[in-house]
C-alpha cells in the first residue's frame, strides 16, 4: 500500500515562489537598467527629443472628450485622492479583514512612493517639458 506524497505540495509551493521571485527581480533590472537610462540622457541634456517626439504624438490624439479623461485622470492622481485612497483601502483592510500586516504595508509603500518622488525631483531638477497645457472648456 503506497502513503500519498506529503512534500510535493510544500515542493509545489516553492517552485511557483521561486518562479515569481525570479520574474519579478527579472522585471525589476529591467525597470532599473530603463531608469538608469533615462537618468543618463537626463544628465546629458538628452531628453529634448524624446520630449517632442511624445508630446506630438499626444497631441495627435487631442480631443474635447479625451481632453476631459485626461484631465478626470490627472485630478485622479492628486495627493487628495491618493490619500483619502490610502485611508479608504488601510480602513477596509484592517477593519473588515483584520488584515494589520497589509495595511502597515500600505502605508509604508505610500509614505515610500512620495519620499522616493520627492528625492527624485530634488535629485534631477528636471524642468517639465514646454507643452501646450490642458484646458477644458466649458462642455467638460
Given at each position: 500500500?503506497?502513503?500519498?506524497?506529503?512534500?510535493?505540495?510544500p515542493t509545489k509551493h516553492?517552485?511557483?515562489?521561486?518562479?515569481?521571485l525570479i520574474l519579478g527581480?527579472?522585471?525589476?533590472?529591467?525597470?532599473?537598467?530603463?531608469?538608469?537610462?533615462?537618468?543618463?540622457?537626463?544628465?546629458?541634456?538628452?531628453?529634448?527629443?524624446?520630449?517632442?517626439?511624445?508630446?506630438?504624438?499626444?497631441?495627435?490624439?487631442?480631443?474635447?472628450?479625451?481632453?476631459?479623461?485626461?484631465?478626470?485622470?490627472?485630478?485622479?492622481?492628486?495627493?487628495?485622492?491618493?490619500?483619502?485612497?490610502?485611508?479608504?483601502?488601510?480602513?477596509?483592510?484592517?477593519?473588515?479583514?483584520?488584515?494589520?500586516?497589509?495595511?502597515?504595508?500600505?502605508?509604508?509603500?505610500?509614505i515610500g512612493a512620495w519620499?522616493?518622488?520627492?528625492?527624485?525631483?530634488?535629485?534631477?531638477?528636471?524642468?517639465?517639458?514646454?507643452?501646450?497645457?490642458?484646458?477644458?472648456?466649458?462642455?467638460?
Open positions: 500500500m503506497s502513503t500519498p506524497n506529503t512534500t510535493s505540495l516553492l517552485t511557483k515562489l521561486s518562479k515569481s527581480l527579472s522585471l525589476s533590472i529591467l525597470l532599473l537598467a530603463i531608469f538608469a537610462r533615462l537618468s543618463e540622457d537626463l544628465l546629458y541634456h538628452e531628453l529634448g527629443t524624446f520630449d517632442r517626439v511624445v508630446g506630438e504624438f499626444i497631441r495627435g490624439f487631442t480631443s474635447p472628450p479625451l481632453t476631459s479623461v485626461a484631465m478626470i485622470l490627472t485630478n485622479l492622481g492628486s495627493a487628495y485622492i491618493e490619500i483619502g485612497l490610502m485611508f479608504v483601502v488601510g480602513a477596509f483592510l484592517l477593519f473588515r479583514f483584520k488584515h494589520t500586516w497589509e495595511t502597515v504595508l500600505l502605508v509604508i509603500s505610500l519620499l522616493l518622488n520627492t528625492i527624485l525631483k530634488e535629485l534631477f531638477h528636471r524642468a517639465r517639458p514646454d507643452i501646450v497645457h490642458l484646458e477644458c472648456s466649458n462642455n467638460c
